[in-house]
């Protein structure tokens, strides 16, 4: 089955350390996607890329890194420089700019 | 600035229809989405519109009004599962998608 997969669901670290967050996905899509979801707030979007070994910076890219070196694989790295990281992370991808985003499961980091 | 609103929370009954409202003022049109999001979980997809007029798809309808920067989601013969929050979502002139809060939508029996 085609779709989209993040791992870990849950993830706990100690401030001051990096972590990377796994984004992988098998639906041939170009455009991949990285946004965070705090309560009572929209999803906010940290980095986007459109194409391999390209990418660009969303709302709030501050504190955090991405690469895209395969077409399958968009991971996020919340550095230690993000001063308030614990969110439920999105990873979405695409077909192109008009169509449906799909969603994976989500990575919820909290940060001790 | 860039700005979707919709309420925060409603409640309905089992069986019963309940529209969900979403204004939006942003920096050029390229369609509006709404999804579904069960909590703790992926967004999912439940329509897209681009043009004026009601896209009709099973229990759920979604209304677009461009000119008064308007949406509403309709959910016809509510079912426990629809219990979820509905996400509002506009793709401005760059193509990039402008999200709402979402509505938590709470199902009564």
């Known amino acids: 089955d085609g779709g989209i997969t993040q791992s870990p669901k849950y993830l706990f670290r100690k401030e001051g350390q990096n972590v990377t967050l796994s984004c992988e996905q098998n639906l041939n899509h170009d455009a991949m996607y990285w946004y965070r979801q705090d309560p009572g707030q929209g999803l906010r979007l940290i980095y986007y890329?459109?194409?391999?070994?390209?990418?660009q910076k969303g709302d709030i890219a501050e504190g955090y890194s991405v690469s895209r070196e395969k077409k399958e694989s968009f991971p996020l790295t919340v550095t230690s420089a993000q001063k308030n990281p614990t969110a439920f992370y999105l990873c979405a991808s695409s077909t192109g700019d008009y169509n449906e985003q799909f969603f994976g499961p989500g990575t919820r980091l909290t940060v001790l | 600035g860039q700005n979707i609103d919709q309420p925060t929370e409603m409640t309905a009954t089992e069986g019963a229809i309940v529209q969900i409202n979403c204004t939006y003022q942003t920096s050029g049109f390229n369609g509006l989405f709404w999804y579904q999001q069960h909590a703790g979980e992926a967004p999912t997809f439940l329509s897209y519109?681009?043009l004026d007029g009601l896209e009709e798809k099973g229990r759920f309808s979604s209304f677009l009004s461009r000119s008064k920067g308007y949406s509403y989601l309709l959910l016809k013969e509510l079912q426990m599962k629809d219990s979820a929050s509905y996400l509002c979502?506009?793709?401005?002139?760059?193509?990039?998608?402008?999200w709402g809060a979402g509505t938590k939508l709470i199902i009564k029996p």
């Open positions: 979502a506009v793709m401005d002139s760059n193509y990039q998608l402008i």
């Open positions: 890329s459109q194409i391999v070994n390209d990418f």
């Open positions: 519109n681009v």
